[in-house]
């Protein structure tokens, strides 16, 4: 298949109707969340897994960072392919990827064997983190952009509660691998739906305006600059989130408060759940109010606060600053992936430089990843209540002076696009009348 026709693979010779575009969508969801749940299906069983292959304690943050290397190498170049050979042909080889990757999962015996399943998983979760978010932009008109990436950035908390229920259930039952035969089950299904319902429209709708493909966007004016640093200050909700929290805080819960596996990994269910509640209204709130990076500012100096007082408390008897900790994270985890990702088309009209920005938000998630080791080797040096005062809370400090000094308004950016767009309907409508 030559890449001309790979790339109009899934294309349709018009614009795509509203269910079109939301059929679209929750194939993509669905199969975005079961890359998340690929991340962290092996976190409440992290010591047993450890154990099983005679993995170090002190390297056990490999079994999450291994899955994340891929990504944080094929970020980029993920987003030239995507380009290149063709959105719905890529996704449908990054099934594939992950389906192999997850089936040598299945029969792995050695640690080896284990993390070489795990990077190949990562293949498929690094193209996807960058493809997924990518085709929105492609799909929807900007004005509901806030909306349908406050639906999308919960794939990966959706994703986590599917984990951690299936897991426990699965490994108290049948043993840790029997998890990653239920993986490979799901990933043939969500394949099967994305072939069915992927469809892409003539004109990319980031391309037009309000949906029209008469009238061309003027992209002349980016703010390239603000973009990559909402990504920097990511770097860190990304460090705290999935490697601290999801990846680390069932271990936590075991190792400090007692819980068993099962019970530890209620309270990252809860966390996910809550930002599963809030992240569709968060998404409806910034489109009308066009406050994003408040929004952002915001989240990051409460995940501060929250890490420098209640976070890792290792008072065996004190489980109400867990439970707060969930809730508050979870509000957080509401806002930030989708503020973060809703403000790069409005910072960056061209859709070339927004495919890019995008795919350094997956290059910083998976920076935050493999630094998963780091954080394992944190909490072995520092406790876990040192890990966070004095390495979570100043990095959540810093991300949120990020945003504040560098990143340029939305409403600013709104403005300046409304204002090229103005102009755009004023010269279509002195062409007609000459």
């Not at 990436?149 to 043993?175: E, H, K, N, Q, R």
């Not at 269910?269 to 929004?295: C, E, M, P, Q, Y």
């Not at 004190?318 to 509000?331: E, H, L, N, Q, R």
Request: charged share 15%.
């Amino acid at each position: 298949m030559s890449t001309l026709s790979t790339a109009r693979y899934g294309v349709l010779d018009r614009q795509l109707n509203n269910k079109e575009r939301w059929l679209c969508f929750w194939a993509l969801f669905l199969y975005g969340f079961m890359t998340s749940f690929m991340l962290f299906k092996a976190s409440s069983v992290l010591p047993y897994i450890a154990s099983d292959l005679s993995i170090a304690s002190g390297d056990v943050g490999m079994v999450m960072t291994s899955f994340s290397i891929a990504g944080l190498i094929l970020a980029y170049p993920g987003a030239w392919i995507m380009r290149k050979v063709g959105m719905k042909f890529s996704v449908m080889i990054v099934v594939v990827i992950s389906i192999i990757g997850t089936a040598l999962g299945c029969v792995a015996t050695t640690s080896e064997m284990f993390l070489v399943s795990r990077a190949i998983e990562g293949v498929s979760y690094g193209l996807f983190s960058v493809m997924g978010p990518n085709l929105m932009p492609r799909l929807f008109p900007l004005k509901k952009l806030g909306l349908v990436m406050g639906v999308w950035s919960l794939w990966m908390p959706v994703g986590s509660v599917c984990a951690f229920v299936i897991t426990p259930l699965m490994f108290d039952a049948f043993g840790w691998h029997s998890v990653w035969y239920v993986a490979v089950a799901l990933q043939i299904v969500a394949g099967v739906v994305l072939f069915a319902f992927m469809k892409l429209p003539k004109i990319a709708e980031n391309e037009i305006v309000d949906g029209d493909p008469t009238k061309k966007r003027d992209t002349s004016k980016n703010f390239v600059f603000a973009g990559l640093m909402m990504q920097v200050a990511f770097t860190v909700w990304c460090f705290v989130y999935l490697a601290n929290i999801n990846g680390l805080y069932p271990t936590f819960l075991q190792e400090v408060k007692g819980l068993s596996v099962f019970d530890s990994s209620m309270l990252p269910t809860v966390l996910a759940l809550v930002t599963i509640a809030l992240g569709t209204f968060a998404g409806i709130v910034s489109d009308k109010l066009s406050s994003r990076k408040t929004f952002a500012v915001v989240a990051y100096a409460v995940v501060a606060v929250t890490m420098f007082t209640i976070g890792f408390t290792e008072d065996p008897n004190d489980m109400a600053s867990p439970w707060a900790t969930m809730f508050i994270i979870g509000v957080c985890g509401s806002v930030l992936p989708m503020a973060t990702r809703s403000i790069v088309p409005v910072l960056c009209p061209d859709p070339k430089k927004t495919d890019y920005v995008l795919a350094t938000m997956t290059f910083v998630t998976c920076v935050a990843q493999v630094f998963g080791v780091a954080a394992s080797q944190s909490v072995q040096a520092l406790g876990w209540n040192g890990n966070a005062v004095f390495v979570l809370g100043p990095l959540s400090m810093v991300a949120a002076v990020i945003v504040l000094v560098f990143v340029t308004s939305d409403r600013k950016a709104t403005a300046a696009l409304r204002e090229a767009e103005a102009k755009i309907e004023a010269q279509v409508g002195e062409l007609a009348m000459d």
